[in-house]
């Protein structure tokens, strides 16, 4: 079965400031989906940004990014440029690419914006 | 606009009560899930539904029941079996898709459960 390691439960960064939150996964599949989820106190999740596993190049969104490292099970996200409202419970998670749609989440970080 | 309405927000339970929360969107998504949420615990799955009238468990179904009897509307029952249900639960829904391409979820606003 695969599984989602967040390993950093809590993080802060200093507004304007980069960080970067871990996450690693073990699948025995080739071809799978990676996602990270903002919770914010609001408790609405948004997707933030999300990469196949077939493209080789990092998938980036404004100022977020990943950096997807396929051989390492490694799927971290970089947030530059600390916002307040960047604060949040972050989620990464797997989907399968295969019939199977379920959505496995890691069990979050949580990200505090220092002023 | 689309989108995925859970209601109510807040819902207090007595012990030994069922209650159901509702999940309803309009989308016109195939899939549809209930997570439930505790603190540090991530989103865990209860139940899934790929197509109307038929559903599988996921990794904590005991103590829950679903029904898809329509597209649009993916209700879950809290039973009087399930011995800690106090938690936020969220529903989710998602097109299908095709080999290769995938989408993430469209999440509701989310039910917060309370046993009193």
């Known amino acids: 079965a695969q599984t989602v390691t967040q390993s950093q439960p809590e993080m802060s960064v200093q507004e304007a400031e980069t960080v970067t939150l871990s996450c690693t996964y073990d699948t025995s599949e080739s071809d799978y989906y990676l996602f990270w989820y903002k919770q914010p106190p609001s408790r609405q999740m948004i997707l933030v940004i999300r990469q196949e596993a077939y493209k080789q190049q990092n998938a980036t969104e404004n100022r977020f990014s990943v950096n997807f490292q396929k051989a390492a099970k490694s799927f971290s996200l970089k947030i530059s440029d600390s916002q307040l409202g960047d604060a949040a419970m972050y989620f990464c998670?797997?989907?399968?690419?295969?019939?199977?749609?379920?959505?496995?989440f890691g069990k979050g970080t949580r990200l505090h914006i220092l002023p | 606009d689309g989108g995925i309405t859970q209601s109510p927000k807040y819902l207090f339970r007595k012990e030994g009560q069922n209650v159901t929360l509702s999940c309803e969107q309009n989308l016109n998504h195939d899939a549809m899930y209930w997570y439930r949420q505790d603190p540090g615990q991530g989103l865990r799955l209860i139940y899934y539904?790929?197509?109307?009238?038929?559903?599988q468990k996921g990794d904590i179904a005991e103590g829950y029941s679903v029904s898809r009897e329509k597209k649009e509307s993916f209700p879950l029952t809290v039973t009087s079996a399930q011995k800690n249900p106090t938690a936020f639960y969220l529903c989710?829904?998602?097109?299908?898709?095709?080999?290769?391409?995938?989408?993430?979820?469209?999440f509701g606003s989310g039910t917060r459960l309370t046993v009193v």
């Open positions: 989710a829904s998602t097109k299908d898709r095709g080999v290769w391409d995938a989408y993430g979820y469209t």
């Open positions: 539904s790929q197509i109307v009238n038929d559903f």
């Open positions: 998670a797997y989907r399968s690419a295969g019939r199977d749609d379920k959505i496995i």
